[in-house]
């Protein structure tokens, strides 16, 4: 894994470390989204939600290439947080049915880790 990866990596876990430490649950005004829906539409917060998506894409590729700048990261993330909890409301995204796909991934990705570390042990044992 390159250093610029192990940065990003680094950078994010601190990221999430400060949130949980600070605050156990991000805290979005459901109201202000609601007025935005509602004053700007369907239709355009749709398409501010991928360009704020496309601007954390911009800033992650930036870590990655070594220019960190943790404030535009933090901004770019807070973005995009608001912007996944619009489209959960512009979409009407289910809250019980996201939350179960969610775990459903997170267990995929479990035993993918598992499935991983049994390799690399076993790839340590051959030597």
């Given at each position: 894994m390159s250093n610029s990866i192990k940065e990003l990596k680094k950078a994010i876990d601190n990221l999430y470390e400060l949130s949980i430490a600070?605050?156990?649950e991000i805290v979005v005004d459901k109201n202000v989204i609601n007025e935005s829906i509602k004053a700007y539409g369907k239709e355009l917060?749709?398409?501010v939600c991928m360009e704020e998506l496309a601007e954390l894409t911009k800033e992650l590729s930036k870590y990655l290439r070594g220019i960190h700048n943790k404030e535009n990261?933090?901004?770019e993330v807070?973005?995009?947080i608001i912007c996944l909890?619009?489209?959960k409301?512009?979409?009407r995204i289910d809250t019980k049915l996201l939350n179960e796909e969610i775990e459903r991934k997170q267990e995929r990705q479990k035993a993918r880790l598992n499935n991983e570390?049994?390799?690399s042990v076993g790839k340590f044992n051959e030597l």
């Open positions: 600070e605050q156990s917060q749709t398409v990261l933090l901004t807070a973005d995009v909890h619009m489209i409301e512009m979409y570390n049994k390799r």
